[in-house]
């Protein structure tokens, strides 16, 4: 299974991105997905998870309020809308696809990754 991230740039705080990942097999429309963020010099942290069927999701607490997340099984796509975009989130954002079909906060319940899509906010 490929993960293809994209929508990643430079933008200034308080602006919007939207972060998009797409699939390469309907293997994902059953399982769960998720959003993973690593800024330089951190670990990787769960930013949002949506499961198998887009009806419960999950957000970390700086996320709640200003991020989206969202899937298109029909497309093989997950998405992420982020406004309200601080310093704070500049990362590399990854896409994930889990192991089951809920959602989850824990990278080692994913077992596809994508190849990340940086994300620059400047002040």
């Known amino acids: 299974v490929q993960l293809q991230a994209s929508g990643g740039g430079l933008v200034q705080a308080g602006g919007s991105l939207r972060l998009s990942c797409a699939t390469s097999?309907?293997?994902?429309?059953?399982?769960?997905m998720g959003w993973f963020r690593q800024a330089p010099g951190k670990e990787r942290e769960i930013v949002a998870a949506?499961?198998?069927?887009?009806?419960?999701?999950f957000y970390t607490d700086s996320a709640k309020g200003r991020f989206t997340i969202s899937r298109d099984r029909s497309k093989n796509s997950m998405y992420l809308q982020m406004d309200s975009l601080k310093p704070e989130d500049t990362a590399v954002y990854y896409c994930?696809?889990?192991?089951?079909?809920?959602?989850?906060?824990?990278?080692?319940?994913?077992?596809?990754w994508g190849q990340g899509t940086k994300v620059t906010v400047s002040s």
């Open positions: 949506i499961d198998w069927r887009g009806a419960n999701t």
């Open positions: 097999r309907r293997t994902s429309s059953n399982n769960g």
């Open positions: 994930a696809v889990g192991r089951g079909s809920s959602t989850s906060t824990q990278s080692a319940s994913y077992q596809y």
